[in-house]
């Protein structure tokens, strides 16, 4: 009989967790809270609009070809991808920039900005390049369990190469003067989930990611990828349970897991993806003798951002915004304090904004505006209502300042989103969007495990866990679990396994 693995959560992790197992041979079922998969990436439809909830950037799509590739499956049997071209639009404090796909033309924009930023700007991607190629290519595909996985002489020497003990402030600063193309290399590193002065200059390679890789999109918007690998899952023969949480994950006296409990009912596993927040499958799941980590442990973890996000139809067309649109046009360190330092709702928020309708007619009816509205804030923040129209009010108020468009009147729905529906849509640690911050103190083993340490076939996929936020890690991330559950049932029993 075929081993039985349970994974709870149905987010890019637990879907790359349960399409592995059904490949390995595993009677897989996954247990989904909400009554769609796709977790963060879910969409909704609302007065002929189409929103994506969550992830909006397609990055690193050689990431999404790997992995369709290892079950010889192509990303375009599942959904088409077209690049943009200008990848982004950016609202400095006076002026706009479009941020043009492909090096040479962003290198000459960059020499309108700071003589010679062109050239340093090669320098800077040499870098970032063999950052990329080494971090992907070898370190985040360790399931950082032990120290002793980067003992090699030649992982040491890497571990050098990938700067590390460098932060992202000082080494863009060797490279550039100029504060906005500083600022512009830096705005992945606020989504990662710290300032840039805190964030190893490792993550330059989200620069590369970004300007060598480029920006995509999957027509139909992000959920389109969840769709796929769920299609892809059921192909590979999973069972989904939706519209049901998981309640308990009873441990006998061996810390051996007997499945988990839906629906007051036991479904066996010989393994478990934990791919749900890690905090809340140990604190609600596990009786606290069999958790890994403590509350205290918890409290003490750096957090990325949450966002407060708001999902707007226009029934015009915005003139002056690209698909993508990053807000700039405040101070950046002082929101990033308000984060990270010393956590506020922000005074003069950066924001970004993302209008998928100007890719894709099916996002909104014809003639009108799909906007998605993001602003980072600091986690473990409550709102009212009236704080989030004020923000709104906020945004709209540059908005339509600097695309010269009224936008308010105009409004035809709205919904907001924010600390309190991550915690009650996804179980959210503080309500964070994005995982566990970048800090070299949170990376690779510093990181909460992938394995329990208290129950053997227990593991964890996501964003609290290696390799980290954001969606191609995510996919990573739960391939990992699954091999690590799959080599500790063959472990346990080679014969059966």
């Known amino acids: 009989m075929n081993p039985r693995a349970i994974v709870i959560g149905s987010g890019f992790s637990g879907l790359a967790a349960a399409c592995t197992l059904a490949h390995r041979g595993y009677r897989v079922t996954v247990i989904e809270k909400n009554h769609d998969t796709g977790g963060r990436a879910r969409a909704f439809r609302a007065e002929g609009f189409v929103f994506d909830m969550g992830p909006s950037w397609y990055w690193m799509p050689e990431v999404f070809d790997e992995f369709f590739a290892r079950f010889d499956k192509k990303v375009s049997d599942y959904y088409d991808l077209v690049r943009l071209d200008p990848s982004y639009r950016v609202f400095f404090r006076d002026h706009e920039a479009d941020i043009p796909a492909g090096k040479e033309p962003l290198k000459a924009l960059l020499d309108t900005m700071e003589p010679g930023a062109g050239a340093q700007l090669d320098r800077f991607l040499a870098e970032a390049k063999v950052k990329y190629e080494t971090g992907m290519g070898e370190f985040v595909w360790k399931p950082s369990l032990s120290v002793m996985e980067f003992a090699e002489w030649r992982l040491l020497r890497e571990t050098f190469r990938l700067q590390l003990f460098t932060n992202m402030s000082a080494h863009l600063r060797r490279f550039f003067s100029n504060p906005e193309i500083i600022q512009l290399l830096e705005f992945p590193v606020l989504f990662l989930g710290a300032k840039p002065e805190r964030t190893p200059a490792l993550y330059s390679m989200m620069n590369y990611a970004d300007i060598e890789l480029g920006t995509w999109y999957p027509r139909g918007g992000m959920y389109k990828i969840a769709e796929g690998m769920t299609r892809l899952a059921r192909e590979l023969g999973v069972e989904f349970i939706t519209g049901s949480a998981a309640e308990r994950i009873p441990v006998n006296q061996d810390g051996f897991a007997e499945g988990v409990i839906v629906n007051g009912e036991l479904v066996g596993a010989d393994v478990i993806i934990g791919a749900a927040d890690y905090h809340h499958i140990e604190s609600r799941l ?72 100007k890719t894709d007619p099916e996002a909104a009816p014809e003639g009108m505006e799909n906007l998605f509205i993001l602003i980072p804030v600091a986690p473990g923040l409550t709102s009212t209502e009236e704080q989030r129209e004020e923000y709104l009010n906020v945004v709209l108020d540059r908005l339509e300042k600097r695309t010269g468009e009224l936008i308010r009147g105009h409004i ?74 799959d080599a500790y049932l063959h472990e346990l029993n080679p014969v059966t396994a």
Request: aromatic share 14%; proline share 8%; glycine share 6%.
């Open 412 to 485: 035809i729905y709205k919904r907001s989103f924010a600390h309190e529906e991550f915690i009650s849509e996804y179980h959210s640690f503080k309500g964070n969007a994005y995982g566990l911050a970048n800090t070299l103190l949170q990376t690779a083993f510093l990181k909460p495990r992938m394995r329990s340490k208290k129950v053997s076939n227990l593991f964890f996929a996501g964003q609290l866990t290696v390799p980290g936020p954001g969606v191609p890690p995510s996919l990573i991330s739960g391939q990992l679990a699954a091999r690590e559950a």
């Open 286 to 357: 596990l009786e606290p003798s069999k958790r890994s980590y403590s509350e205290k442990y918890w409290d003490k973890r750096v957090m990325s951002p949450s966002s407060l996000l708001f999902y707007l139809g226009v029934n015009k067309k915005v003139k002056g915004l690209l698909h993508h649109n990053l807000f700039f046009d405040e101070p950046f360190g002082e929101h990033a304090s308000e984060i990270y330092d010393e956590p506020r709702w922000p005074s003069r928020p950066l924001f970004y904004v993302c209008a998928n309708s």
